[in-house]
T-cell receptor, first 115, second 114 residues
Framework: NAGVMQNPRHLVRRRGQEARLRCSPMKGHSHVYWYRQLPEEGLKFMVYLQKENIIDESGMPKERFSAEFPKEGPSILRIQQVVRGDSAAYFC?????????????FGPGTRLLVL | GDSVTQMEGPVTLSEEACLTINCTYTATGYPSLFWYVQYPGEGLQLLLKATKADDKGSNKGFEATYRKETTSFHLEKGSVQVSDSAVYFCALRGEGGGADGLTFGKGTHLIIQP
């Protein structure tokens, strides 16, 4: 059973460009979470999605950031007009259901560098 | 809101030493508690978890006990190895509706020297 897949693993963008990060959850998992890890910091929750629905986006910046999880294909985290402060590691996690005690399984992350 | 506080690192130990990484939390009700480990250049791996008071999570020689009275979930290992060198994150998931994301501590960098 393959784990959570993320691509690309590393992404370099210039200021003002768009960054698209992809996440394929574990097989059988329909719940996806995105987190951001700034240098020397812990992970910060950004958004929680189920197929075709955003359930909780309380941690998402109000501008330039968006996320989707279509019926078919991976979840996408999109950052428009990137700035240097967006440089971070972005991790995706998945779980099979929205049960309170359910474990979240993490992917290897995408390391975004904005020049 | 919910929060997790971990001891600052880096923590440097010799092989076969005893390890304790402190973790305390603030949350209402009975959150679930987790320890994740991150090896260099990799994502987070679940190390152990506990979902109710007095539960003990254990894995690979590591243990942590959910202490409601002290709101703590300290990570312990009796004899560490060089391969345990990594960053360790304590995390919680709050109880009740809306508690979807995990709340993480800042992480503790553990360095084990041969």
């Amino acid at each position: 059973n393959a784990g959570v897949m993320q691509n690309p693993r590393h992404l370099v963008r210039r200021r003002g460009q768009e960054a698209r990060l992809r996440c394929s959850p574990m097989k059988g998992h329909s719940h996806v979470y995105w987190y951001r890890q700034l240098p020397e910091e812990g992970l910060k929750f950004m958004v929680y999605l189920q197929k075709e629905n955003i359930i909780d986006e309380s941690g998402m910046p109000k501008e330039r950031f968006s996320a989707e999880f279509p019926k078919e294909g991976p979840s996408i985290l999109r950052i428009q007009q990137v700035v240097r402060g967006d440089s971070a590691a972005y991790f995706c996690a998945s779980s099979p259901q929205r049960v309170e005690r359910e474990t979240q399984y993490f992917g290897p992350g995408t390391r975004l560098l904005v020049l | 809101g919910d929060s997790v506080t971990q001891m600052e690192g880096p923590v440097t130990l010799s092989e076969e030493a005893c390890l304790t990484i402190n973790c305390t939390y603030t949350a209402t009700g009975y959150p679930s508690l987790f320890w994740y480990v991150q090896y260099p250049g990799e994502g987070l791996q679940l190390l152990l978890k506990a979902t109710k008071a007095d539960d003990k999570g254990s894995n690979k020689g590591f243990e942590a006990t959910y202490r409601k009275e002290t709101t703590s979930f300290h990570l312990e290992k009796g004899s560490v190895q060089v391969s345990d060198s990594a960053v360790y994150f304590c995390a919680l998931r709050g109880e009740g509706g809306g508690a979807d994301g995990l709340t993480f501590g800042k992480g503790t960098h553990l360095i084990i020297q041969p």
